[in-house]
T-cell receptor, first 113, second 116 residues
Framework: AQSVAQPEDQVNVAEGNPLTVKCTYS??????LFWYVQYPNRGLQFLLK??????LVKGSYGFEAEFNKSQTSFHLKKPSALVSDSALYFC???????????FGAGTTVTVRA | SAVISQKPSRDICQRGTSLTIQCQVD?????MFWYRQQPGQSLTLIAT?????????ESGFVIDKFPISRPNLTFSTLTVSNMSPEDSSIYLC?????????????FGSGTQLSVL
């Protein structure tokens, strides 16, 4: 069985400061990892994915994530957060041979001006 | 990218009735899925919509409660049957295009369902 843990329900940062949203996963074999963002009353928007290759993945809106196989982690990062980054963030994982995604519980990010 | 049209965007329904949600994609896709997001919670996979055959349901979901159709590669419907207030959720369709390193996965904007 595959699963995702997002240990923090909420992350609060000041605008301009670095933002990190944590994610660890469990899956059989090599993982496909994803980050999605959800704004109020809107659907999920894709941020980035890791399938293979460079462990540092760059995505939309200045976000990046680092795949760490030994720690089974895929933390989302942004060097300088914006107030507009305030949203709900989901990490997701799937196995190589199965398109079904398992999502974490989500982390609410609040960036204060 | 794929353009996914999901209808209705929201609805308020009475207990005991049924609602059918439509998902239309502007291009042929490899896989289609239906997810549920209960209030304040994460997304849970309901089923994989298989073209021309019965959907594959996840544990805790059954065809009688959530019948799914997928008559072709660009369209699917999810019906929430005999609704109760516990069915109040956001329902999202999801599609996979291409494969391997070029794999793309998209979500519809969701259907917010409230059952009274």
């Amino acid at each position: 069985a595959q699963s995702v843990a997002q240990p923090e329900d909420q992350v609060n940062v000041a605008e301009g400061n670095p933002l990190t949203v944590k994610c660890t996963y469990s899956v059989s074999g090599n993982p496909y990892l994803f980050w999605y963002v959800q704004y109020p009353n809107r659907g999920l928007q894709f941020l980035l994915k890791y399938i293979t290759g460079d462990n540092l993945v760059k995505g939309s809106y200045g976000f990046e994530a680092e795949f760490n196989k030994s720690q089974t982690s895929f933390h989302l990062k942004k060097p300088s957060a914006l107030v507009s980054d305030s949203a709900l963030y989901f990490c997701a994982v799937r196995a190589t041979n199965d398109y079904k995604l398992s999502f974490g519980a989500g982390t609410t990010v609040t960036v204060r001006a | 990218s794929a353009v996914i049209s999901q209808k209705p965007s929201r609805d308020i329904c009475q207990r005991g009735t049924s609602l059918t949600i439509q998902c239309q994609v502007d291009s042929q896709v490899t896989m289609m899925f239906w997810y549920r997001q209960q209030p304040g919670q994460s997304l849970t996979l309901i089923a994989t919509a298989n073209q021309g055959s019965e959907a594959t349901y996840e544990s805790g979901f059954v065809i009688d409660k959530f019948p799914i159709s997928r008559p072709n590669l660009t369209f699917s419907t999810l019906t929430v049957s005999n609704m109760s207030p516990e069915d109040s959720s956001i329902y999202l369709c999801s599609v996979v295009m291409d494969g391997g390193f070029n794999e793309k996965l998209f979500f519809g904007s969701g259907t917010q369902l409230s059952v009274l």
